[in-house]
């Protein structure tokens, strides 16, 4: 009678450590889920600033074209010629700029993207843990249930002797 209680007492406590196990692997998993979400909004957030730097890009390689243009054209004044040739040194370096600026958020862009990555598989394999410890806890209280049920049987057994 003591053994069946015993053991009933240990299948309870292996029960409720297999519960806490799955709830803190489910609050892990919810906090990947989140992790990723954000990642996910900075990632749109660095798509729409690389969109943005392609156009300062293009704005600024347009200006220069016509600049470029305009002092091929043989503009007569020597003012006019070196205030262009001033107008082309700044272009060019705010294309270096744009270029510069256009490089590293790329890059932020591909890092973000490889953690993003990172963090799927990384929630994969916490559901997959929390399945396999679910179907544990499931296992656990067919069994705990099976000899509840013979502790009872045995039990009214006792009781009509």
Aim: aromatic share 4%; proline share 0%.
């Amino acid at each position: 009678m003591d053994k069946f209680k015993e053991k009933l007492a240990a299948l309870r406590e292996e029960v409720n450590v297999a519960n806490a196990r799955g709830d803190a692997f489910e609050a892990e998993v919810k906090k990947l889920q989140d992790d990723l979400i954000a990642k996910d909004h900075e990632i749109t957030s660095l798509k729409n600033k690389v969109a943005l730097r392609e156009a300062e890009l293009e704005k600024a390689e347009n200006k220069i074209s016509e600049t470029k243009l305009a002092v091929d054209e043989g503009e007569t004044s020597k003012t006019v010629g070196e205030g262009l040739s001033k107008k082309v040194s700044l272009l060019e370096s705010e294309l270096d700029t744009s270029e510069r600026s256009l490089r590293e958020t790329t890059e932020k862009l591909r890092q973000m993207d490889i953690k993003a990555e990172h963090f799927e598989r990384k929630v994969q394999q916490l559901e997959n843990e929390r399945d396999t410890y679910e179907r544990k806890v499931e296992e656990l209280t067919q069994k705990y249930n099976g000899i509840k049920v013979e502790l009872e049987e045995t039990l009214k057994a006792l009781d009509d002797m």
